[in-house]
């Protein structure tokens, strides 16, 4: 993962060949089975040197554009960012040291988040800050209770 | 901790003095682990890992203590990495301290240097200050950095962070072996004018000669380009026997000039005494017709060091701080040979560019891996290194620079390497993108990202919260953190 080889060669050829190597028929099917698992070490398990974490990201986002599942997308990206940087769940005490913690796994999430759902994105991290979730939280999946009703499907 | 060499029975005194010094002023002794415990501490590959207390998930672990690094680099190694680190930082401020009391002594030496001929002489203890303001600006940058990789949680982030300062601690480490040598011939040229030597132009113009052969290494050493400093290192064994030479022939006729044989006596002595300073005492032959001691004797690791002969040269505990910095890659072997053969005085039997014996090499970390490690770093080759790319993208340097990235964190320091593919994919290039809806260019990302986070925080974030970032940034977008400094558009 650390070297240049993620970049060369057919990337999605490549991708979906491990995937289906170790057993699954899509991509969100692989990172299912690992709820929460931040991006890079889902990398990291599919190919040590040769897969990307964004590569990762990139095809779960193509896959959720095919079937209208963009928003559960967005919760499950949210999932994985936010156990990196807030492993212990929300905070019991939001200090400055704490705070930081919560605002970096929210700003790449807005980051990592597509276009189309970033001003929701953004809403969802303003609301969770003004109204904070219990000591602890830590969603284990894009259909945790409190994400759903933060950021609630909207495809049909 | 001031692990250089064997005190001699005239060096005592300096070192007992200076062993208590560091002992109550800075408390750094203590990051220094004894030797015996020392050893076992060490680097080994791959199985360094101290044990990770269980806490929270399993993939926690693997992802804070081994991700994305191709060294195996561990927890364990990079904090005795950074121990070492802090370590040579303290034996080197050491030196310059040392050398800086030398200086203030010279210059009030009124029956000596800064008397007759003041004039002539005292601008040579000025260079010998001004040289030391930059090593010690070097050492201050070094310890900046280092005080930054103590903060940052990222093992990788922590690691870069000393492999920037690396290069710092080599040109201070150098510099200060050079400029001992330098305060060694000025002390030769006050003992003589204060035993009423006369002839002061045939000095000054040998001053002004070895000022211009130092001159080179030098500003090399002070530069911070990379292949400049390793140029240096590796002339550096040469460059030092030169001076030795000249420094010796100096002490011959300064010797033979004066008639009185108690000044004879005196000189003789005195030539001893002024040469504690730097390790060029151990390649003087000495004054008079005995027989050099060190000529044709080699090196060898022994358990207290590295000895030539019965004589230590540097210590087991110095041995194993290098040794674990370059097994870090924190800083080169190159330059710690250098330090070595200069510091073992063995710049008169090694006319060539000696290498040093086997098994001090790799008792001073050496090893295939290590060799490999850097293969990218070309700049020893002389070839021209590929361009740098900014990590925290240049457009908005103003940004950084508000939060604290200038001087040696300047966003310059934090450029990386990327073959043309990798480069073109993260800049929005390239046909891996699955999504459409996502850009993932990682310039706007990574200031979405800190943006973004900087408004949830409520204020600026600090370097180290930057670097954090960034670094969890850099692991997903496949970007190794080995920074290079950027070097022109």
Redesign the interface.
Known sequence: ????R???GN??AR?YERVRERGYDSLTAFADARPA?????L??ELGKDDV????V?????????RRKQ?TRFVRDVFTRLW???V??GWPTVLD?AN??K???A???W???????HKERA?RV?DSL?ATPPPPGWRPLGPDDTLLLTLLPDEEA | MTGWREPTRLEVTTLGLLLVLALSSTGCASLTPPPGRGMKLHYSHGEAAAPLEPVGPQWLHHGQGLRGSTEGTARGSTLAAHLAFRGALSDVAGTTRRLSGELSKLEKSHWGIAGKGAGLFLPHVGYGQSQLRWMEAELAAATRLADAASEVEDEDMRLALLRLAGPRLEAAMLGSLVLAAWVDVLHLLDVAFKHGYNSLETLFVEMDRWQKMLEPAMTALASQEPGQLKAAAQDMPLLMGHLSGEFNATAQRLHSGLRNIQKVMALAQLVEMVTMVSAMKFSLPRLGPSAPATLGMGMMMGGDGVMMGTRIVVSAEWVEMMRRLVRAGVISLPAVSAAVRIQAGQVLMAEAHDELPHGVREALGDGPEVRGMRVTDRAGAGMAEPPGHHVLPKEFREWFEKRGFTGEMSIDHFCVRLEQAHHQAIHGGGNWKLGRTWPGEWNRMIMETLRKAEARAGRMLTPTEVLGTVAKRMTDYGIQMDFIRWRGP
């Open positions: 993962m650390s070297s240049g993620a970049w060369q990337v999605k991708l698992v931040p991006l890079h070490l990398a990291e990307a974490g964004v590569q990201l990139s095809g779960l986002l193509a896959e959720a554009e963009v156990s990196q940087s492993p212990d400055d705070r930081f919560v605002a970096e929210l700003g790449s807005i980051a990592y988040t597509p276009e189309t953004d991290s800050l």
